[in-house]
Every structure is written in structure tokens, then in C-alpha cells.
């Protein structure tokens, strides 16, 4: 073809219910209809890119139960970070190893919905895909999310792809 | 392959500055895009399903200079409409026929929340892609939006392909 590849960027985040490197189940479900659904066998025609946003209350300080007091604390909190979300992203870069669809997979850390618009505007994608939690509006209130932020506002066209009904965990807010 | 081939359902609709039987700016962008980024060459990957909704009160009655008093007049109106729903959709068929990408359209009428909803329901396509106007919170408390209602309520993944800044008209309500 000699034409330029499709890049999708799919935002993608850990699992509330088992821990890291799991992926959370909207993530995951997201990932697997885009390779099923659009990518199928065209896999030469698409690349893909994992951005995986690490919200620094969330994913530092959860699990802590000691309080840091150096500079060499903060350096192991840090590192323990990094090989977290790569752990995480080391999952969806096999999947496309073994699939044969060439991608590309970086950390960020920030506010998830201002991160993922910036790289939307530093990388350009042709369209970015968001898994949804499919949350009614009572529950949104109090969780936010990240998908209707970005549906509304990125600079590119946007896939949300809901959690299916039979995936949803007891407490939907999980993922 | 012999798998099964993206069934892609798409919204399309008139354009409110052309007139029939031009395509709106934003549907005949989400048409292009979704050729151009998903489809790609791969035509005997996808199936294109274009839904044509028609408000009867916005279609039906806005160029009426007499008043109907026969079932013959109604007739004619009818008439009249499903030849202007039928232009609208030739634009769509010839472009994928031009393509080589196989598809189906056809019209309904009523409130097109509604109507792309059951519809959605009814086919089960894999995916409903909609363009979008892009319009600001100000503008769409009067206007309302079809995207951001089947972005919630579609039982389906929702692709939104909003209208790039340089084809919005003076008036951005128009498209």
C-alpha cells in the first residue's frame, strides 16, 4: 500500500480487584475488541500505542506503611512505581507480539483525563480508544470518569468501548 | 479468513446548509474518516450499515406552502420524503460502491436518539460510529446532541468523529 499505518492510542490502567500487572478489566476488554473488531488481520495496517497514566496518590502511596524520610526512600518508591507500570504495560506489548501488530508503550504520571488529552495532542494518533466502566450517572458523580472527559474533549476522534454486563464486578466502580 | 466480517453502522444525516440530497458536514466527515483510518483496503473486512433517521417534523413540514387537506396531499408529502431519504443515502451506497466495501442502508423515522438506539438494538452491529458538530456546553443546552446520547445510552462501542475546526461554519449549529 505504501500508505500511512492507522495509530491508535488506548489509554490503559491497572485492575482495582487483583493488583498489578493485571489489567483492569475495561483496559483489557478494550484492547481485545480493538485487535478483533478493527485490526483483525490487517495487523500491517495499524500500530498501536499504551499510554498508562500513574495517578501519584493512587498508585504510591496506597501500600505504604512507613513513612519516607529520605531521598533514598523516595528513590525506592519511585522504582517500585516504575516496574509496577511497566508490568503493566509489558502485558499488552506481548499481546501484540504475539498477535503481530507493532506498538509502542509509555508511562505518564498526572491526572489521568489531562495526561491522555496531552499526549493526544504531542502524539497525534488517528484515534484514541477509552475502555468505560459503563457507570450510570449516581454512580459517576462520585468516581468522575475518564472516558466521558475524554470523549469530549480530545483532538481526535474517540472509541469508548463499555465494560460488557457479565464482566462487571459486584461493585462496579471496580475494574 | 473466513471470519466474520466489522459490521459498522453509521448515522448519517442531511445537511442543514445544502439542503438535500447533500450529507451533512459532520456525517459525510465520519463516512470519510472511518474509510480512510479503519477501513483502509481492507474492504472485505467491513460492512457499512447506513441509518438515515427522519424527524417528521423537521422533514416533513418545513418547506409546506399549502395546507394538506386530502389523504392525496399526505401522500404526496410522504412521497416526497422517502425521495429525498433515498437521495441522501444513494451519496453513501456510490461512495461505497466506488470503495468496493459492501453495505446496507435504509431510513426510519422519528426522534433519532431513539430511533439509532432500538436500531442499534435490533442489528447489533459491532460498532456505531457518529459525527459530530463539536459544540461547546453553551450551545448544546439548545440544540441538544445525538453523539453524546448514543455515546451514553448505545448498547454497543460508540465511535465520535467530531468535525475538524476547518469545516465549521459561521454558525456552528449548522452542519
Redesign the interface.
Known amino acids: 500500500?505504501g500508505?500511512e499505518v492507522?495509530r491508535i492510542m488506548i489509554g490503559v490502567n491497572e485492575s482495582s480487584l487483583k493488583g498489578y500487572p493485571h489489567p483492569s478489566i475495561s483496559s483489557k476488554g478494550a484492547f481485545e475488541?480493538t485487535i478483533k473488531?478493527?485490526v483483525?488481520?490487517?495487523v500491517s495496517?495499524f500500530n498501536l500505542l499504551f499510554l498508562h497514566v500513574q495517578v501519584p496518590d493512587e498508585d504510591g502511596y496506597e501500600d505504604v506503611d512507613s513513612i519516607y524520610a529520605s531521598n533514598e526512600d523516595f528513590k525506592n518508591m519511585k522504582e517500585k512505581e516504575r516496574v509496577r507500570g511497566t508490568h503493566l504495560l509489558e502485558y499488552f506489548v506481548n499481546r501484540c507480539n504475539e498477535i503481530g501488530v507493532s506498538c509502542q508503550a509509555w508511562i505518564r504520571q498526572g491526572d489521568p483525563k489531562d495526561v491522555i488529552l496531552n499526549e493526544v495532542k504531542r502524539l497525534r494518533p488517528?484515534?484514541l480508544v477509552v475502555g468505560s466502566r459503563g457507570l450510570g450517572p449516581f454512580q459517576k458523580v462520585f468516581v468522575g470518569t475518564v472516558s466521558e472527559f475524554c470523549?469530549k474533549h480530545a483532538e481526535c476522534?474517540?472509541?469508548?468501548?463499555?465494560r460488557s454486563a457479565d464482566e462487571t464486578p459486584r461493585d462496579p466502580v471496580d475494574d
Open positions: 500500500m500508505e492507522t475488541w473488531k478493527i483483525r488481520s490487517n495496517s488517528d484515534l470523549w476522534p474517540v472509541m469508548t468501548i463499555k
